[in-house]
């Protein structure tokens, strides 16, 4: 037996990891050689030791916890961040297709005046239902009359523009609590509750 | 979020979890690994590097970055590159005040009150203590399969999980780790003298009087 084969062998005994057929070798070697008992005890020695020094210094791990809150409020600003830029990068790519829609301030939506129920077969259907029942619950106020261009394409056949662009709902609604952002120590943008509200102060 | 109260799920179906982002689960995820995750750390880290602040990052990088993983098997070796690459950048990261930060501090605990007597308990956490700065000295290789087998109840076929390799490998490194390591401590005994200070972490030794040599032990090597 070579001399990692009697390292191998002690350790399988030693970490409980040894078969029966282990087992036997063991015990064949250690009729054969004595100091086998030895070294067995050194090694069990040594692995406690080793095993309770390591211990002792890791320990402090239990005291490291995964930061899961930090990390949802990173996520939370991550989006806002995104959201501004993007508001920003609108703001700035705003055109006004005013001639677009043919209305200038807020309107009250596409076929606001018209009544009673009709079916849903298009988008523009939809929408129209929207307004409605949006207009009744007194949700929503209107739509800006203009229209943000994202992008411009012509069409390959030259009759025109594939255009794709923002439209922009006006909503109202009752919230129990308010924020507005701030910037904390880091640099960073974070909301920030505001006060108990006070009637008739507009936030 | 998942109700993980009252069981003991799977750590395949938990790693899912926190893959998916759910904070109970990454919490707990957490909590099952860190100890080896920080044993990892005190095998690779510089002597300087703290451990605390260095298990913090990998905490950090784990709950930011888990969810890139698309194979919850993957999940155990990707969280040992990330507790190594944490431990070896952290011997270019370490900053100038930090150094005179600790040193004042050592200074601090060796002007302090020593040890009134010889106790046995000390003695033998001494000589546990040094036997784990002589294990620090071990080539990598060797080192970290024998330090995760030290964690309680880690097997073979689980650091083979973690580093990626075969169970026979981890064995064959287990046993040539455990006699080089014996050497080593014979040879030291037989010189008489205290090795230099090994890379141990917060709770380490540093500064250490080198009280407590090994007695009556045989060297077989």
């Not at chain 1, 439209?167 to 701030?182: A, C, H, W």
């Not at chain 1, 943008?189 to 102060?201: C, L, T, W």
Request: proline fraction near 6%; glycine fraction near 10%.
């Amino acid at each position: 037996m070579t001399g990692i084969d009697r390292d191998i062998l002690i350790t399988r005994v030693l970490d409980g990891e040894a078969t029966p057929e282990d087992w036997a070798a063991f015990r064949a070697m250690a009729a054969r050689d004595q100091s086998v008992w030895a070294e067995l005890a050194d090694a069990q020695q040594d692995r406690a030791e080793l095993a309770g020094a390591l211990a002792e210094a890791i320990a402090v791990a239990d005291a490291v916890h995964a930061p899961v809150e930090v990390h949802a409020g990173e996520r939370f600003n991550t989006r806002l961040r995104r959201g501004v830029a993007w508001a920003g990068w609108a703001a700035a790519a705003m055109l006004a297709v005013g001639a677009f829609t043919g209305r200038l301030g807020i309107s009250a939506g596409p076929g606001a005046q018209e009544a009673g129920l009709f079916p849903i077969s298009s988008s523009e259907d939809a929408l129209r239902l929207y307004f409605d029942k949006g207009q009744e619950s007194g949700r929503v106020l209107g739509e800006l009359p203009d229209r943000v261009l994202l992008s411009s394409e012509a069409l390959a056949d030259g009759s025109g523009f594939t255009v794709v662009y923002l439209r922009q709902f006006v909503e109202q609604q009752q919230v129990p609590d308010l924020f507005r952002l701030g910037i904390n120590e880091a640099g960073e943008q974070v909301p920030v509750p505001i006060a108990r509200p006070v009637q008739g102060v507009r936030y | 979020m998942t109700d993980f109260d009252g069981v003991h799920p799977e750590d395949s179906r938990l790693i899912e979890a926190a893959i998916a982002s759910d904070p109970e689960a990454l919490r707990l995820v957490w909590e099952r690994h860190r100890r080896w995750a920080a044993a990892l750390i005190l095998a690779y880290k510089p002597r300087e590097a703290d451990l605390e602040d260095l298990l913090q990052e990998v905490a950090m990088s784990f709950v930011r970055r888990v969810h890139e993983l698309r194979d919850p098997a993957a999940f155990k070796p990707w969280l040992r590159s990330v507790a190594i690459n944490a431990a070896r950048l952290s011997g270019r990261k370490q900053t100038l005040a930090k150094k005179h930060g600790r040193r004042l501090r050592l200074l601090v605990e060796q002007d302090g009150p020593g040890p009134t007597g010889p106790d046995v308990a000390t003695a033998q956490r001494e000589e546990a203590q040094r036997l784990l700065r002589l294990a620090m000295e071990l080539p990598e290789t060797y080192r970290e399969p024998l330090l995760l087998r030290c964690m309680q109840g880690m097997s073979y076929r689980e650091i083979g999980e973690i580093t990626g390799l075969p169970e026979s490998t981890i064995e064959t490194r287990i046993a040539r780790g455990r006699r080089m390591l014996r050497e080593k401590a014979a040879l030291q005994e037989v010189a008489g003298r205290e090795p230099p200070p090994g890379p141990l972490g917060a709770g380490g030794t540093d500064g250490d009087s080198g009280v407590g040599e090994r007695h009556e032990r045989g060297s077989h090597a």
